[in-house]
């Protein structure tokens, strides 16, 4: 039986199992992520992040035409073992392991280019941990209706893209949020053709010029989780857009396992959203896999 070396990690509280393979030997069948991520059977976990060489990733070959200094890709699956495009708070995550493991380096002032399947993203230090430049995001059409247990009627839902798929539902109160149970899968029709990460929110009001959310998710491939990244932001661009004219362009979104902060700025390619917050290393250890 092959053993190999973990750490596991967290950005508030959506938590990782982080396997270095700088030389891309190691071919991880769904099975053995959904194995490794299993929180009885195994370490436990959202996700898994794979650290790998972009040169030695078939996937790395376009991050590295995109931006020859994406040295490191991050190999992102679900708990379920299925592969998703991008994942806002593994990449903190990630960035967290380069650095503290010396496998990189972020001077201050400088950007850290990570490969993903939705290009490569720029992580920078920030007041809370890091920040992480999702890249430009786009509204999906399809107007779906999402049924979830504990919300009676169908609500509308709006789908955004930020690298994955999201559809982002707005609830009426604290006690919507509150009651829905999500440990039955919610049902969005029609279904975009990738699946979706689905956003339950509740806005807040705006304080100080930051628009205030509470938010609860149901990603694809896992379940519930305490957070969500990129889900966050899908949260944060649904919310402005029905908010209207005059709706900020910085939002704080409360998640069950902590703050994170979003920002929408302008560049010559278009709109780009960015996600900040905090990333922690808690264990390393070996594991046998199955
Ligand atoms: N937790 C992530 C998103 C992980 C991927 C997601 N489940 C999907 O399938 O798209 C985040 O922090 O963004």
Known sequence: MTEIQFTKGHGTGNDFVIVADPDGELDLTDDQVAALCDRRFGIGGDGLLRVVRSARLPEGAAALAEEPGAEWFMDYRNADGSKAEMCGNGTRVFARYLLDTGLSELPAGSALPIGTRAGVKDVTRSETGFQVDLGRWRADAGDPLVRAKGLGVARPGLGIDV??????????????????????????????????NVEFVVPQGVKDGIGRIRMRVFERGVGETLSCGTGTAAAALAVRDWAGAGAPDFWRVEVPGGTLGVRMFPTEEGEHVALSGPATLVFSGAVALA
């Not at 559809?167 to 975009?192: G, H, N, R, W």
């Open 163 to 196: 690298g994955n798929p999201h559809v982002v539902v707005a609830l009426a109160s604290e006690e919507e949020l509150e009651t829905l149970d999500l440990t039955v899968q919610p049902i969005v029709d029609p279904l975009p053709p990738h699946g979706a």
